[in-house]
């Protein structure tokens, strides 16, 4: 694997998709700069070898053109303080003035080009487009990991006019080697927590696991499903009538496998969908009518707890119930200290897709855990096992 540390970039000029997605408020202040963060790292070394750096991403989902509320330049005073530099803009990302803008760049300098997506051909993954592109910089480095996922012009297209100039960044290394210190190289027993919503969301990641961990523990929404599919009775808990025969197909293709499977024994219920609900704990197979399971109970977060201390790699994806609210966090926050505690006696854990990600963030735990992916989609696609455009085209 090529990372920006196989190259001097003394004299270079380099092209770094990064992922500046950031979320900006209605003064078009960013409200969070984690991904701008991030790339700080591999930005710093190009500029310490000595060689200059065009930036370029993508900025929400402009439909139609250029709109000022989707404009990257929003960015430019925050990126230039953290980076200590001025950092320069370019009101376009393609172009005559752009490319010029970016062939004057001296070492150490900096350009921020406009929103990728301003132009329609950029998530067509259009050739002409990525060439337009490749105009910006002598070596390519991908560092944007939150859209690996994507076959996108300057995700993957453009690698092909860098057929010997092309690398990983930091953010990208980093999130290819820690998955692979799971799903690859992870020591036994390797637990994997699986959470959320829907089974049919997160069904093609637990059967890629059911080869790899020995022991699957659910939480959240999907846990009623399974209880269902068992005969339980789940009252008005979220269900997916049309996944219980699957529901029943995992727990057979566990049992052959030899993969100890979890789900909840007992249930934190309301009577409403509402942090102010009335709450009563009942075994999972015996909600009543009229009352919904949002959250694991009592004796499922000391069973599942005992499990993840057991376990010398864990993966978590996915809160065990309405972690949003307060009354029905309880179950989330115990599986967070329980991976911190595993963590603190020297399990490898890693926090990865979408929502287990913004749990550990509201409880502070982003440093008592190993790794906390920064890719929603994309590590739940690598975790499913495919292969990411963005990663393919600079490894081939
Ligand atoms: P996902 O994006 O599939 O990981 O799902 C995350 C969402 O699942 C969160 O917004 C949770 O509030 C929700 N969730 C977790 N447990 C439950 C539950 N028991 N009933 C309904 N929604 C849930």
């Not at 790339?39 to 000022?68: A, Y």
């Not at 102010?276 to 909600?287: E, L, Q």
């Not at 499990?307 to 115990?334: Q, R, Y």
Request: proline letters at 3%; charged letters at 25%; a negative charge.
């Amino acid at each position: 694997m090529k990372t920006i540390d196989d190259i001097n970039f003394s004299g270079k000029r380099a092209l770094i998709r990064v992922d500046f997605n950031v979320p900006l408020n209605d003064r078009f202040e960013i409200t969070d700069d984690t991904r701008i963060k991030a790339t700080l790292p591999t930005i710093k070394k190009i500029l310490s070898d000595g060689g200059s750096v065009v930036l370029m991403s993508h900025l929400g989902r402009p439909s139609n053109g250029p709109e000022e509320k989707f404009s990257l330049k929003h960015l430019v005073p925050h990126l230039s303080d953290l980076l200590n530099v001025d950092v320069q803009f370019a009101g376009d990302c393609i172009g005559e003035t752009a490319v010029f803008d970016s062939e004057e760049l001296k070492p150490g300098e900096v350009l921020l080009l406009e929103n990728l997506r301003f132009y329609k051909e950029e998530t067509a993954g259009d050739e002409e487009f990525a060439e337009k592109l490749a105009k910006h910089g002598d070596i390519y480095i991908n560092d944007a990991f939150g859209t690996a996922h994507r076959a996108h012009a300057s995700t993957a297209v453009i690698a092909k006019f860098f057929p010997n100039d092309k690398a990983f960044g930091y953010v990208m290394a980093n999130e290819i080697i820690n998955v692979n210190k799971v799903m690859q190289e992870g020591k036994k027993p390797l637990l994997a927590v699986m959470g959320g919503a829907k089974v049919s969301s997160k069904i093609t990641i637990i059967k890629q696991l059911l080869d790899k961990v020995d022991t699957i523990i659910i939480g959240g929404g999907m846990s009623y499903t399974f209880a269902k599919a068992q005969g339980g009775s789940v009252g008005n808990s979220m269900v997916e009538e049309d996944k219980l025969d699957l529901a029943l197909e995992i727990l057979a293709e566990a049992k052959e496998k030899g993969v100890e499977f979890l789900i909840p024994v007992d249930s934190v219920n309301a009577d409403n969908f509402a942090n102010d609900a009335n709450k009563a704990t009942s075994k999972v197979d015996a909600i009543e009518d009229g009352w919904m399971g949002l959250d694991i109970g009592p004796e499922t977060e000391k069973m599942y707890a005992e499990a993840i201390k057991k376990s010398a790699t864990i993966l978590w994806n996915g809160p065990m119930g309405v972690f949003e609210m307060d009354s029905f966090a309880h179950g989330t926050k115990a599986i967070a200290d329980a991976i911190v505690e595993a963590t603190e006696n020297g399990a490898f854990s890693l926090v990865g897709g979408g929502d287990s990600v913004a749990a550990v963030k509201k409880y502070k735990l982003e440093n008592s855990v190993s790794y906390v992916s920064t890719g929603g989609g994309a590590m739940l696609e690598y975790l499913e096992g495919k292969e990411l455009p963005g990663i393919k085209a600079i490894l081939n």
